[in-house]
């Protein structure tokens, strides 16, 4: 039986939800020990004098809306980070459990298992395959038990790969009543793949991330959603502390998910998406760039015969970009985030000199 809520921790299962003061409109608040008074340099629209609503739910249902799910499917976050976090608390029992991640990736869900305790399981993507996941030997891994979950970052950062989904569906499979498979779609807008989302329905045990820090420019705000299964869902909300989202990040997310809003990010998208193919085309002339690595996201990952020279000469650009000599089999590699126009040309003309 394929029950998500039996892999959580057991101490998590039977958490009882912190009593937060009640969330009701028409009332005058004396019942959460707030200041009458607005600070002079507020400027929100429901006042900071306030704490915010516990769980935001008509921020939920503008995700929920956004993502093509429902409301009691999305649980806004700070971030996917902080959704990465969540989960891995719910999950992992320090000194008992495992986490499997595929390297190169994003360096949070290390960082969030180790801050637990549990043990990091590294299962490279095959570089030879384009970044591709190896599929069976997660499946031979996930097997002895101790696994409780796997990421799977898509489109992959730093790689720009977007995951083949039927090596994700394999992976459902063989994982259902396991472990949870947590999906990272952080970079989905740029890239012509669909959401793992409508997944769920079939294998309740998949979680996939989503963000508005990348495609609707919020990364400020820190506003990620995580989406899973209903009961799901309503375990992590109690593991979530109340208020976690401050009023102006709500604020500001309402906002950016109105209709013209929406519409904007999209044609910035579009943008970036079309910056990312002359920016490639451009470095792929380069005598000193080696490869390019194909990219679904708003970054490419660069390869150079001498990746020192490349960072001092963009260095010396006043261009900062991300450095991943340390990391196996990306030794001769560097990130660059797409940037406007202006600035590709740039980085362009510093690495041509
Ligand atoms: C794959 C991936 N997931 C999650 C995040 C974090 O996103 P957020 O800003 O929503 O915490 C990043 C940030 O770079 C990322 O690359």
Redesign the pocket.
Known sequence: MNDPIALARPEIRTLAAYEHASWESGFERLHANELPWRAITDHTLAGLNRYPEPHPAALAALLADLYGVLPQQALPCR????A?DLVVRAFCAAGRDAVILCPPT?G?YAVATRVQGAAVVTIPLLRDKGFALDVDAIEARCARGDVKLIFL?TPN?PTGNALEPASVTRILHSSAGRALVVA?E??LEFAAADSLAPLIAQFPHLVV?R?L?KAFGL?GA?I?TLIADVRLVSLLRNVLPPYAIAQPCIEAAQQALAPAQQRLARERVAAIVSERARLGAALRELPAVAHVWPSEANFLLVEFDDPAGALARLRKARLLVRDFRDRPGLERALRITVGSPEQNDRLVRSLAC
Do not use: H, P, V
């Open positions: 971030g996917s980070d902080e990465i994003f949070m970052c950062n990272d952080a970079y991330l963000t820090s990364a820190r990620g």
